[in-house]
């Protein structure tokens, strides 16, 4: 089990050794990034998105969350950290492409089939039923068709993919440089049980990479 202690241990070897080894790497990096892609991936420890991958430091802009979700754009004074993210993405670094980054065993997906947190006050469960709210038409129809199985949450798991591309395009900064074919979507399903990757095509379908 890793602690902070751990934690720290690890740090002394990367010192020593990655870090020492791609010396130049991080000197390049110290004066600034330029990734290529944007990964917006859950926070689920199984799940990094630099391994998979198999990325270096300065490859990829990752924003992580409960069931990499996207919310819609919204234009209000409350705080938006994806929002935040994705902005800076956009129109500061200018990436080309946006990947979300679907999992098998969500926690965040498991928590909206089952409505374990609904009506729960904030810091009991509320700050996850309203983020995870973004999936109930989604789950509606999913649970009339499956019910809330194991077919169920696979589906529900892909629909993250989807609901959060869906809601990207709501972004005008986003939707313009897509229109203007500066910026490019993809989305892609990383199964935890047999270490898959599924890519979603242009018909919305998912199949192994």
Same mark, same amino acid.
């Given at each position: 089990?890793?602690?902070?202690?751990?934690?720290?241990?690890?740090?002394?070897?990367?010192?020593?050794?990655?870090?020492?080894?791609?010396?130049?790497?991080?000197?390049?990096?110290?004066?600034?990034?330029?990734?290529?892609?944007?990964?917006?991936? !859950?926070?689920?420890?199984?799940?990094?998105?630099?391994?998979?991958?198999?990325?270096?430091?300065?490859?990829?802009?990752?924003?992580?969350? &409960?069931?990499?979700?996207?919310?819609?754009?919204?234009?209000?004074?409350?705080?938006?950290?994806?929002?935040?993210?994705?902005?800076?993405?956009?129109?500061?670094?200018?990436?080309?492409?946006?990947?979300?980054?679907?999992?098998?065993? !969500?926690?965040?997906?498991?928590?909206?089939?089952?409505?374990?947190?609904?009506?729960?006050?904030?810091?009991?469960?509320?700050?996850?039923?309203?983020?995870?709210?973004?999936?109930?038409?989604?789950?509606?129809?999913?649970?009339?068709?499956?019910?809330?199985?194991?077919?169920?949450?696979?589906?529900?798991?892909?629909?993250?993919?989807?609901?959060?591309?869906?809601?990207?395009?709501?972004?005008?900064? &986003?939707?313009?440089?897509?229109?203007?074919?500066?910026?490019?979507?993809?989305?892609?399903?990383?199964?935890?049980?047999?270490?898959?990757?599924?890519?979603?095509?242009?018909?919305?379908?998912?199949?192994?990479?």
């Amino acid at each position: 089990m890793t602690d902070f202690t751990d934690l720290i241990d690890g740090y002394q070897r990367f010192r020593t050794s990655e870090y020492r080894r791609h010396r130049d790497r991080w000197s390049g990096l110290s004066e600034g990034q330029n990734p290529r892609v944007m990964v917006i991936a !859950c926070s689920d420890s199984r799940v990094d998105p630099a391994q998979i991958f198999d990325t270096v430091p300065g490859e990829i802009f990752v924003v992580r969350n &409960v069931a990499n979700l996207v919310p819609p754009f919204e234009d209000d004074a409350s705080r938006h950290g994806v929002s935040a993210a994705l902005e800076f993405a956009v129109n500061q670094l200018e990436v080309p492409e946006i990947l979300v980054l679907g999992h098998g065993a !969500c926690g965040g997906v498991a928590a909206s089939l089952s409505q374990r947190f609904k009506g729960a006050p904030n810091g009991e469960g509320g700050f996850i039923a309203h983020w995870v709210d973004m999936l109930d038409p989604a789950r509606e129809q999913i649970v009339a068709k499956y019910g809330t199985g194991p077919e169920a949450v696979r589906a529900l798991e892909l629909e993250t993919v989807r609901v959060s591309l869906t809601n990207l395009t709501t972004f005008p900064f &986003v939707s313009k440089r897509l229109a203007e074919g500066r910026l490019k979507l993809h989305g892609a399903y990383f199964a935890i049980a047999d270490g898959v990757l599924h890519v979603m095509g242009e018909d919305g379908e998912f199949a192994p990479a």
